[in-house]
């Protein structure tokens, strides 16, 4: 079993600044990581993902992730926000479910809110 | 392309009725999934579908849910009765593979009052 903790519910921080999004899993075995972001009013969409390889994965919009296997994170930042970027953003797992499937588990997800 | 559409968006229904949310998924995505949220808490696993089988509903909360996917195109999930700790977003997704990118709907919001 796999869980994800996101240690901030709400994020607020100021334009251009920027900003780090916490993240934190605990797995028995590999899993890959992704992080979602939700606008208001539309669906979950992929930001960025980590299946293998380099620990520094860039996104859309200007995200990075890195992901640290020792202190099992995968910290979302962004060096400058915009007030477009302000939304919910999701950390989550997918790792195998006792039925042998993949499947994704969430975080409880962070509010990011920019101000001018 | 047209991406995973759910439907109603947003349903308020009373305790003890019964609603039906459906999920489109992307045309030839094989997988497709249930996810609920409840109260802004987690996005919590529902089950999942590989064409019309389940291949796993472990998530489900409990006999008053019941997901089908008949031909392996559209998805529903109907709930019978109600109750008030169902009120949540629900969301769909789709992905070609089983490990690959899930695409979300918009989700479809149950009130029950």
């Known amino acids: 079993a796999q869980s994800v903790t996101q240690l901030d519910s709400q994020v607020p921080v100021f334009e251009e600044a920027p900003v780090e999004l916490r993240c934190n899993y605990s797995?028995?075995?590999?899993?890959?990581l992704f992080w979602y972001v939700q606008y208001p009013n539309q669906g979950l969409q992929l930001l960025l993902k980590?299946?293998?390889?380099?620990?520094l994965v860039k996104g859309i919009n200007g995200f990075e992730a890195e992901f640290n296997k020792s202190q099992t994170s995968f910290h979302l930042r962004k060096p400058s926000v915009h007030i477009s970027d302000t939304a919910e953003y999701f950390c989550a797992v997918s790792g195998l479910r006792d039925t042998g499937r993949r499947a994704l588990t969430f975080g409880s997800g962070t509010r990011l809110q920019v101000q001018p | 392309e047209a991406g995973v559409t759910q439907f109603p968006s947003h349903s308020v229904i009373e305790k003890g009725q019964t609603v039906t949310l459906r999920c489109d998924p992307i045309s030839g995505h094989d997988n497709l999934y249930w996810y609920r949220r409840v109260m802004g808490k987690e996005i919590k696993f529902l089950l999942h579908f590989v064409k019309e089988s389940k291949q796993d509903e472990s998530g489900m909360p409990n006999n008053r849910f019941l997901a089908e996917r008949t031909g392996g195109t559209y998805s529903t999930l109907k709930v019978q009765p109600a109750e008030l700790e169902d009120s949540g977003v629900y969301f769909c997704?789709?992905?070609?593979?089983?490990?690959?990118?899930?695409?979300f709907g918009e989700g479809s919001r149950l009130t029950v009052l």
């Open positions: 997704a789709s992905s070609q593979f089983s490990a690959g990118e899930l695409f």
């Open positions: 797995s028995s075995v590999s899993v890959y």
């Open positions: 980590y299946l293998s390889g380099s620990t």
